[in-house]
């Protein structure tokens, strides 16, 4: 909104011009979503506390600590998170942008999603919330819809291409089958990172490193000099979504101050399912879904531990992990909350390293 009132005014006053310019409007989206944080947190989270008052409900299958630890924490924490995420992009970015507008209608349709299954939860005082096949099947019909609209978009044929990390000018067509693709994504990725979510903080700070290594890689895809010099895919328009990933690290960090341990808050499916979602809605329109694997490796590890732990104990009636996903299996190891949570930060940060490095090795 910002920026289409101040530029009409750049033309005349030459301060006004500092606000064309995408790196200052996406550190202003950073600063913008993290005091909405700071200044909505607390009254959020007391009114979150005075509706929940047993708090979330907690697994009794779960790592026993967490019924003494956990107990009493309120959740939908994610309502605060998409508060601050849509109050700075809408601010700083430009609103005629057709691709802002998708990862915003993805992300608050998937926290819908996740706020009727932290709802459900909590009215029911359990841990299930909405039937699986109900949430799946929402989530894809918000997927694939956003996939549609993202390929009438995108000019052809990035709009129903794959990009091969680290390959220069290689392109994989998938033609009519590339929505269902970009689906699996943005639905993959949404339940990856609400795989995660399990202890205080671990979610949050590499969903905050994924998004400000997406924020580079939309603004080297939308500028046309830098995404050619790399040989990665030029994608008209794509660079404004480097605001929104601004606005997403400052509403992780702005978050991360009020789910630090011990957390005063959990973010909940609402949080998780809408995060991971918007990361999976990122990677597809910068044609980076591949390295979206890689900088997100964290998410894959636990969504895989899960996948492998079940398949074991329903063939084998053998358990591959003594908990999954893969962060509860080192709790059941001994080790304490804090050594797991920075220790997959580590991970997180040292993929995301990676990740960024397919760049330029092509």
């Not at 005075?50 to 019924?67: A, F, V």
């Not at 000018?169 to 693709?181: C, N, Q, R, T």
């Not at 930060?345 to 490095?357: C, M, P, R, Y």
């Amino acid at each position: 909104m910002i920026y289409l009132l101040t530029q009409p005014l750049a033309d005349q006053f030459t301060l006004f011009n500092v606000f064309r310019y995408l790196t200052f409007r996406t550190g202003a989206a950073v600063m913008t979503a993290l005091l909405v944080s700071f200044v909505l947190g607390p009254p959020i989270i007391r009114w979150l506390r005075s509706k929940q008052r047993e708090g979330q409900p907690i697994r009794e299958d779960g790592p026993e600590n967490h019924l003494l630890t956990k107990k009493g924490t309120p959740t939908m924490g994610g309502l605060l998170i998409l508060l601050a995420l849509t109050v700075a992009t809408l601010l700083w970015v430009d609103l005629r942008n057709g691709y802002v507008w998708v990862v915003l209608i993805v992300t608050l349709g998937f926290g819908i999603v996740g706020f009727l299954d932290d709802y459900l939860k909590l009215t029911k005082r359990n841990s299930k919330g909405l039937p699986g096949r109900v949430k799946l099947l929402a989530q894809c019909l918000i997927g694939l819809s956003a996939a549609f609209v993202i390929v009438s978009i995108t000019n052809p044929p990035l709009a129903t291409g794959v990009a091969i990390p680290v390959l220069k000018d290689v392109l994989i067509p998938l033609g009519m089958a590339f929505p269902f693709f970009a689906m699996l994504v943005m639905v993959g990725s949404s339940n990856a990172v609400n795989l995660t979510d399990g202890l205080d903080g671990l979610a949050i700070v590499p969903v905050m490193i994924a998004a400000g290594c997406f924020a580079l890689i939309a603004y080297l895809v939308g500028n046309s000099v830098f995404a050619n010099y790399l040989g990665i895919p030029y994608v008209p328009g794509t660079g404004e979504l480097a605001v929104f990933c601004g606005a997403m690290v400052g509403a992780s960090l702005g978050f991360l101050w009020f789910n630090a341990p011990p957390a005063m808050v959990f973010m909940g499916d609402t949080g998780s399912l809408s995060t991971g979602g918007a990361l999976g809605a990122i990677a597809v329109m910068v044609k980076h879904e591949l390295v979206l694997a890689i900088i997100g490796g964290l998410f894959v590890l636990e969504a895989v531990s899960v996948i492998v732990q079940v398949i074991s104990y329903k063939t084998t009636g053998r358990r591959v992990f003594r908990m999954a996903p893969l962060h509860h299996h080192f709790e059941k190891l001994g080790w304490e909350e804090p050594t797991i949570v920075i220790r997959f930060w580590i991970i997180a940060s040292i993929l995301a390293l990676v990740g960024l490095s397919t760049l330029k090795l092509r």
